[in-house]
């Protein structure tokens, strides 16, 4: 197959569990996965890149594997960025427009969104993406784009993303490691939204829940942008553990038998084809057989656990009350049987299984939902979307460029 470098687009996830490459093009306003590739994740602790070097390997790997799938070569990759230090906060901006003619210009944007970039960060914080909500244009709220428009003042608010510098700089180390350029990062459960939400669920108000191996990120939209973001530490991984402890058996089983048989609602268990579930034991004892609904007891309180903390999270946000397309779920972790009925018992709130909008090409023995973060990424390297970050192989001086200069770099990068 041959075809020029421009027309394909490659997302990694960098996830705790696994890391999952996908190369993509766009047909006709749909995006056609050519390519997937999936490897077991290392250097990668809570959805942070902790060890760049150990978590080259896989992406490697897993941009191979979609490499020979397609018969594309990858060169720059849009790539996941996650971590439980990351902190989204809403900002405002305001500049006056002191040209002649009053018209808004790309440089009367990139001002007003410096100046509501100016955030007070802890020692060690930087900017790590900042998301443009609404400009307000001489009072007029709600504009998504001012360029052309006549006026005096220009408002914009804004979802900025902040974290520790060393979270960003692990992740573009690790795919520069991989001998791959970063083409953007992007905040996890931003591009997981980006794939599964249709438009009106993005415009009338709605929260993705990614559930992945560690941590369970949220990111709520309302009139056509990001309101709010959160990741707690906690994810499949701690059912696949209560599984373990609960049911003393080793963890492989324990994953197993969470994939296979798992399910957050012991009474649903009763409804389902296999009442009962094949235990091995540690060491060289027998295995023993116990009715499903034990497994799913043990299962519960933990998935309570974390939709109490999404609700938490979603009451802290202040749009508990104004989510009226309800919660989208994807990751991994959310293919437990039951997640969904649960979530809408706790949350309040209709709640469903994301699908990929707009996507061919992925039909597999894979779950979408563990593919999801990927197709976010190209989807949003497909549609042009520009994202804050140039491709890479800077020398590290210049990735720990004071914040404003690198907003001002962004910024033109932007628009
Ligand atoms: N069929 C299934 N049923 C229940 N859980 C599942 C299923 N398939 C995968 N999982 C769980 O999903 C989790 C991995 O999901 P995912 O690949 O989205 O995480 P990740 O992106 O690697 O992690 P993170 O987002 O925390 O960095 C694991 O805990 C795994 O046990
Ligand atoms: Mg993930």
């Known amino acids: 197959m041959t075809m020029s470098k421009q027309t394909h687009i490659v997302g990694v996830d960098l996830g705790t569990t696994s890391t999952t490459a996908i190369i993509a093009e766009a047909h006709e306003g749909e995006l056609e996965v050519l390519g997937v590739g ?11 890149v902790v060890n760049p070097e150990a978590a080259a390997d896989p992406i490697r790997e897993a941009v191979e594997e979609a490499e020979r799938m397609s018969g594309l070569v ?110 953007g990062v992007v905040l996890e459960p931003i591009a997981a939204a980006e794939a599964i939400l249709t438009h009106d669920e993005r415009e009338y108000g709605s929260v993705v829940i990614n559930i992945g191996g560690e941590t369970t990120s949220l990111a709520i939209y309302q009139r056509g942008a990001v309101q709010h973001t959160a990741i707690f530490p906690l994810g499949g991984s701690h059912f696949t553990s209560d599984i373990a402890f609960g049911l003393r058996t080793p963890i492989a ?84 049987k039951g997640l969904p009925a649960l979530a809408e018992h706790i949350l ?20 979408s939902a563990l593919l999801t973060t990927a197709l976010g990424l190209v989807l949003m390297g497909c ?15 210049r990735l720990l460029a004071r914040t404003a200069a690198r907003v001002r770099h962004w910024l033109s990068d932007l628009f």
């Open 74 to 183: 990858a060169e720059s990759v849009y790539v996941s960025m996650s971590g439980t230090l990351l902190r989204g906060v809403n900002n405002h901006g305001v500049t006056a427009i002191t040209h002649s003619d009053h018209h808004i210009t790309h440089a009367d944007i990139r001002r007003v969104i410096e100046t509501a970039s100016l955030v007070t960060l802890p020692g060690g914080y930087e900017i790590i993406d900042i998301h443009p909500q609404e400009y307000i244009v001489d009072g007029q709220d709600g504009i998504n784009d001012p360029i052309e428009m006549l006026g005096t003042r220009l408002e914009v608010r804004a979802h900025i993303i902040t974290g520790p510098m060393t979270l960003r700089r692990n992740v573009i180390a690790a795919v520069n490691r991989a001998g791959l350029l970063v083409a």
């Open 38 to 48: 999936v490897a077991a994740s290392s250097g990668v602790r809570k959805g942070a």
């Open 348 to 367: 309040d709130y209709p709640a469903r299984l994301g699908e990929p909008q707009q996507v061919r090409g992925i039909a597999g023995e894979r779950p």
């Open 253 to 336: 089983d324990a994953e197993r038998i969470k994939r296979e048989q798992g399910c957050v609602t012991p009474s649903l268990a009763m409804e389902l084809d296999r009442t009962t579930v094949n235990v091995p034991a540690m060491g060289h004892r027998p295995s023993r057989t116990l009715s499903r609904e034990i497994l799913c007891q043990i299962l519960q309180p933990r998935a309570e656990e974390m939709l109490h903390q999404v609700r938490d999270e979603l009451r802290r946000s202040g749009f508990e009350r104004q989510l009226s397309s309800g919660a989208i779920f994807t990751g991994g972790g959310a293919l437990l």
């Open 383 to 397: 549609r042009g979307r520009r994202l804050p970050q140039a491709a890479t192989h800077h020398p590290p001086g």
